[in-house]
């Protein structure tokens, strides 16, 4: 019913104008001093200007959501004339404070929809002509209980208004922060998957890369000695089965990420590092590229995230340095490690025989290289030599790393 009549406004404000008309008719009809001290009703004549001024007062109330301060305007100068008119010159005095009903519920509804100084305004100025207009020409002496009685409900029919319109301004406040941290918790899981699916996408490219450019190099040699040399051709191809069996376990370990945590074998093989770095530069060295390692000495376990991208760093620079220089390259791999920061140096002399369909590169191998050492709030040098070649210097953090790395 109440859902109803929210859908039907008009039809509410209908009936609440017909209450509102038979509460001033009864309490018109009052006798409220009787001997006993008890109300009698239906002992005192209505009579027909009476009943003519609430039914005007009251059927405006119909409009009181659409222009809500013309109706109080309205029915306030209704309630102040009958107070003031002689009706009929026998309607008593204090029968025709009930007109001012139609009043309060007018002066509810401007305090319930306009701001909290409007509203003190005009309830205060409403309730300044109805109260006096009833202690002038209404009941006497002016301290009767129905000028006290008007001034109570025009004063409650403000502070009630008021009241309701602050509660509708909390609900929506709490409401509108509820949708803003609904959309901020979006937002922010958004730009975790965008981050989650940038790592992802630099792991599959390092992996790809890596791997694809040993097993195109060893593929070749294969296939130049096949005939000549069958024993060199098939210890090349033993080589680029091994490089795509790496490759694999690194995909599939690298793709183990985009399960959920209920999904079935998830991978267990730990993410490869600075541990396995020998294996790396050895698959290099197979495919025909002469690499020195200059490594620290131990000075403890890198944070894991450190150690990972220290390794994607030498793997993509030596990838790179096997695409771009090619077979019979120098290259050498650096790494420097004091209590701030771990550096990595790759670089080559460019003597190396490129071949004449060697790729010219997307760029995408070095944007990753930067974006992960970004990430540990480190930072990626990579350009040309004087002399031939090309050097990536990436210095990355070991204070910083274990916040990078703990999610």
């Not at 009241?163 to 899981?189: G, H, Y």
């Not at 590092?273 to 000495?297: C, K, M, N, S, Y």
């Not at 030599?385 to 210097?393: I, S, Y």
Request: charged share 20%; hydrophobic share 45%.
């Amino acid at each position: 019913m109440r859902g109803w009549l929210r859908a039907h406004p008009y039809v509410a404000d209908a009936l609440l104008a017909c209450g509102t008309f038979v509460v001033v008719l009864v309490g018109a009809a009052a006798q409220p001093h009787s001997v006993d001290g008890r109300p009698h009703f239906g002992e005192r004549q209505l009579h027909a200007d009476l009943v003519s001024l609430a039914a005007l007062s009251c059927v405006v109330l119909v409009l009181r959501r659409r222009m809500p301060l013309p109706v109080l305007a309205f029915t306030t100068f209704v309630t102040v004339l009958g107070l003031v008119l002689d009706l009929d010159a026998g309607a008593p005095s204090d029968q025709r404070s009930s007109l001012s009903m139609a009043t309060v519920v007018a002066l509810y509804t401007v305090c319930a929809r306009t701001d909290r100084s409007f509203s003190w305004r005009v309830g205060a100025t409403t309730v300044f002509v109805v109260t006096g207009a009833a202690m002038l020409y209404g009941a006497q002496p002016w301290y009767a209980q129905e000028n006290l009685g008007t001034l109570a409900w025009c004063a409650l029919a403000a502070a009630v208004g008021d009241a309701v319109r602050s509660r509708r301004d909390f609900v929506e406040a709490i409401q509108e922060r509820a949708e803003r941290a609904e959309r901020t918790r979006e937002e922010e899981a958004r730009r975790r998957v965008a981050e989650e699916r940038m790592r992802i996408a630099r792991e599959l490219h390092d992996v790809v890369a890596h791997h694809i450019a040993l097993v195109n190099v060893q593929a070749g040699v294969a296939s130049h000695v096949l005939d000549r040399r069958p024993d060199q051709a098939k210890e090349a191809l033993a080589h680029v089965r091994e490089a795509s069996r790496h490759a694999l376990d690194e995909l599939q370990a690298t793709v183990g990420l985009l399960r959920q945590s209920g999904d079935p074998a998830a991978p267990t093989e730990p993410a490869p590092g600075l541990g396995v770095l020998d294996d790396l530069v050895e698959g290099f060295v197979r495919a025909g590229l002469t690499v020195e390692l200059d490594l620290p000495e131990t000075g403890g376990p890198l944070p894991s995230a450190v150690d990972l991208t220290a390794y994607r760093v030498v793997q993509e620079a030596l990838t790179n340095v096997q695409k771009h220089v090619g077979t019979g390259a120098h290259a050498w791999v650096r790494l420097a490690r004091d209590r701030a920061a771990l550096d990595v140096t790759v670089f080559d002399d460019g003597g190396g025989q490129a071949p004449s369909s060697a790729p010219t590169g997307s760029g995408l191998g070095l944007r990753g290289m930067r974006e992960r050492a970004a990430a540990l709030h480190g930072s990626c040098e990579a350009g040309p030599l004087e002399d031939g070649g090309f050097r990536v210097h990436v210095r990355l953090p070991l204070q910083a790393a274990p916040e990078e790395g703990s999610g």
